[in-house]
């Protein structure tokens, strides 16, 4: 029905930047917000960044001014910039849009940041 389908996880040494890129396809319904999350060994899933059906982004003040979130509506797609990576920030990255009150997942890409 709706996919979710990342790309651009891997690894990358601090400092350096990587962009994500989840491209939503199947039955979708308008402009829906997105976002990414992370999850960390042993850790909470966590709300990365989101960005509203209108455009209008948030992010955690974890990686806030380093990582951005946007959009391409007419290719049904969102990006996560992420730059001045740190080890900290090694996680499995996932791609989640709502729809009608239901969470749509991506398969989840590696983000391992270390030297």
């Known amino acids: 029905q709706v996919q979710l389908v990342e790309s651009g996880g891997g690894l990358v040494q601090p400092g350096g930047s990587l962009r994500l890129t989840c491209a939503a396809s199947g039955i979708i319904f308008g402009i829906n917000a997105m976002g990414w999350y992370r999850q960390a060994p042993g850790k909470e899933r966590e709300l990365v960044a989101d960005?509203?059906?209108?455009?209008?982004?948030n992010s955690a003040d974890s990686v806030k001014g380093r990582f951005t979130i946007s959009r391409d509506n007419a290719k049904n797609t969102v990006y996560l910039q992420m730059n001045s990576l740190k080890p900290e920030d090694t996680a499995v990255y996932y791609c989640n849009m709502l729809q009608f009150g239901r969470s749509y997942w991506g398969q989840g890409t590696q983000v391992t940041v270390s030297s």
């Open positions: 960005i509203t059906s209108g455009g209008s982004a």
